[in-house]
């Protein structure tokens, strides 16, 4: 059975930075495409970043590019999330997902599972 657990959220002040962790158990996590989403209140999940198996290819949404930074570490069956320069409008529950397929990245990721997220807030 997969899972993904996130960590690393939590709050932080307006410019600031955090890390978000994804640990990944049940496949062979090398083969499979990783991405984050993102729910704000009373607001729709949104796509944040997608990093390919190869840990070649990476994407990001036009509101944090620049600011974050998806990369895997394929030993560790981890992905990272390097949040920087936040803003409050980063606000949310972060959510880390596999992608359905191996050797597959769809744009967004077309997750197979979910984690079950983790809380960033960010204060003005």
């Known amino acids: 059975q997969v899972q993904l657990v996130e960590s690393g959220g939590g709050l932080v002040q307006a410019g600031g930075s955090l890390r978000l962790s994804c640990a990944a158990s049940?496949?062979?996590?090398?083969?499979?495409?990783m991405g984050w989403f993102r729910q704000a209140p009373g607001k729709e999940r949104e796509f944040v970043a997608a990093?390919?198996?190869?840990?070649?290819?990476?994407y990001y949404a036009d509101s944090v590019k620049g600011r974050f930074t998806i990369s895997r570490d394929n030993a560790k069956n981890t992905v990272y999330l390097q949040m920087n320069s936040m803003k409050p409008e980063d606000t949310a529950v972060y959510y880390c997902?596999?992608?359905?397929?191996?050797?597959?990245?769809?744009?967004?990721?077309?997750?197979?599972?979910w984690g079950r997220g983790t809380q960033v807030t960010v204060s003005s």
């Open positions: 997902a596999s992608e359905k397929s191996p050797f597959t990245l769809s744009v967004p990721v077309d997750p197979g599972f």
């Open positions: 990093i390919g198996w190869g840990d070649i290819s990476t």
């Open positions: 049940g496949r062979a996590f090398n083969n499979y495409a």
